[in-house]
């Protein structure tokens, strides 16, 4: 607890390089990571949305600090930034970010974020996904087979919205297709991360006796996922990258966000009308995903050259030298 202290202090008032020059305050994992840090010729920041105050991204700006403090300047691959309302975490993003010559934001929502906290030389550029390629085959089904997905917080009024919201969803969708749902997402069953399968197991009981919607709740690594999905046509839910990998496999993705990292992204690839931030009302909501189930033919017909384009703009965008 005493070491803990002293660390915690030692940050607090960025005495980086004291900290490093006190190997007797390092555990075992922080003298292997170091020491690899050392050793290292590039140092790759790769992210998804994490540098915003919805999680402690504190502890992520310390560990940029202590990397430039051993004279490393680590890129930062495209990732979302913000929101930002704690008073020491734009602080902190100001002195750090201002060291680090290399920050790419995955959509210009984010850019805008730095540029107002002074950090004006981040270069929008798509997110790392768009550089995945995959020719799994596709079942062909006669009714829509869809991937959902619902996300919650440590908020019982977010988490309540979101829960009553899913079941008007997917009776509206019952309502209008014959479709069926799987609920499934790449985020559950991680030590210390928020499980979506516990959210999915309770927006299923609303559906106790109805077969055609049904939750997978296992956890689902890369691989698995890919081969999950290649039996589905479209996808509806609030995992970007569950939407991401979707898209790249010739699935079109509606997302439901729940912060503006999607809006940036859709916005910026040009098909803003296939999202909806999950605060929004049900009623607009619904219509989107009406909209997005009416084109879907035509979103099937553009979404290779689509995830061409993006990944030629990443190409283009990313120097690692």
Not at 198 to 208: A, D, H, T
Request: hydrophobic residues 35%.
């Amino acid at each position: 607890r005493l070491v803990n202290r002293i660390k915690r202090a030692l940050f607090k008032f960025k005495f980086f390089k004291l900290y490093l020059s006190l190997s007797f305050l390092h555990s075992i994992n922080e003298k292997a990571a170091l020491s690899k840090l050392k050793n290292a010729d590039l140092v790759l920041s790769s992210g998804g949305g994490y540098f915003t105050d919805h999680y402690n991204c504190i502890d992520r700006l310390i560990s940029l600090n202590l990397i430039l403090s051993l004279g490393k300047v680590p890129i930062l691959l495209p990732q979302s930034f913000g929101p930002f309302w704690k008073s020491r975490t734009k602080t902190l993003i100001r002195n750090t970010l201002s060291k680090v010559t290399r920050i790419y934001s995955r959509e210009s929502i984010s850019t805008e974020i730095l540029s107002q906290l002074g950090i004006v030389h981040s270069i929008p550029c798509p997110d790392l996904a768009f550089s995945l390629g995959n020719d799994c085959p596709h079942s062909i089904s006669n009714k829509p087979n869809i991937i959902m997905n619902f996300r919650g917080r440590n908020d019982p009024k977010f988490d309540n919205d979101v829960h009553q919201k899913a079941i008007k969803i997917i009776s509206y969708l019952f309502e209008k297709t014959d479709c069926n749902i799987t609920m499934i997402s790449t985020c559950q069953g991680i030590k210390g991360y928020r499980d979506d399968s516990l959210i999915s197991s309770r927006i299923k009981s609303n559906f106790e006796k109805n077969t055609r919607v049904k939750v997978i709740n296992t956890r689902l690594d890369f691989d698995s996922f890919n081969n999950t999905i290649k039996n589905y046509t479209l996808y509806i839910g609030m995992r970007l990258h569950g939407a991401l990998l979707c898209m790249t496999n010739d699935i079109p993705a509606f997302c439901i966000g729940y912060e503006h990292k999607s809006e940036g992204i859709y916005k910026d690839m040009g098909i803003p009308q296939d999202q909806c931030p999950i605060h929004e009302n049900v009623n607009v909501i619904l219509s989107k995903i009406q909209y997005f189930m009416d084109n879907y033919e035509n979103r099937k017909e553009q979404l290779q050259s689509l995830m061409k384009a993006e990944s030629e703009k990443l190409k283009e965008t990313i120097e690692l030298e």
